[in-house]
């Protein structure tokens, strides 16, 4: 029980926490966000297959223009590419490529984790902690209870037969 009112007090904890994880978290995406941008990539040649555990990948050389000047690189495409094909990939103020910005709504997620993380670990915790004291008062008392025992059988009384 004492376990449980202990856990009990650190929700408002874990949720102020979570809170200030959500609003730093959604920050960070949303200026991920203001500085990643599409743009059109042109395969500049027959793209590949790239066999990957589970899955097949299909790559290709492309070209993109971004930030006043021209780009190239290997380009992630959603089937075997053909020299000339377009499709949209995001890219960064720099031109240079990157995945899409991660949506808002994860901070909601990540602010829920941690703040469930925090408090499975102090409840946890605090589980802990009981029981390495309640295991030193049981090893204190068995002690004490030797020592009695150990007293009575050194007076004779532990082996009076009345």
């Keep these: ?8 007090r650190w929700p408002p904890v874990a949720g102020a926490i979570g ?29 590949a297959v790239v066999p ?4 097949v990948l299909f790559t290709v ?4 223009s971004a930030a006043g000047h021209d ?21 960064n103020d720099q031109g240079e490529q990157v995945g899409p910005p ?18 499975v670990g102090v409840a946890a915790a605090a589980a802990g902690s009981v029981y390495v004291v309640r295991r030193w008062l049981d090893r204190r008392r068995y002690l004490q209870w030797d020592r009695e025992i150990n007293a009575c059988a050194g007076d004779g009384w532990a082996n009076n037969p009345s």
Excluded: F, M
């Design 52 to 55: 990957h555990p589970n899955t």
């Design 102 to 119: 991660s949506p808002l709504s994860r901070a909601v997620d990540d602010a829920v984790a941690i703040a469930v993380l925090v408090w």
């Design 61 to 64: 050389r492309a070209k993109w």
């Design 19 to 47: 809170t200030s994880v959500h609003d730093a978290h959604a920050r960070l995406y949303a200026e991920e966000a203001h500085h990643r941008h599409q743009v059109i990539a042109t395969a500049i040649e027959d793209g």
């Design 1 to 8: 029980a004492g376990v449980v009112r202990a856990a009990g």
């Design 71 to 91: 780009h190239s690189g290997i380009v992630a495409w959603a089937d075997q590419a053909r020299a000339g094909e377009q499709r949209d990939i995001w890219v």
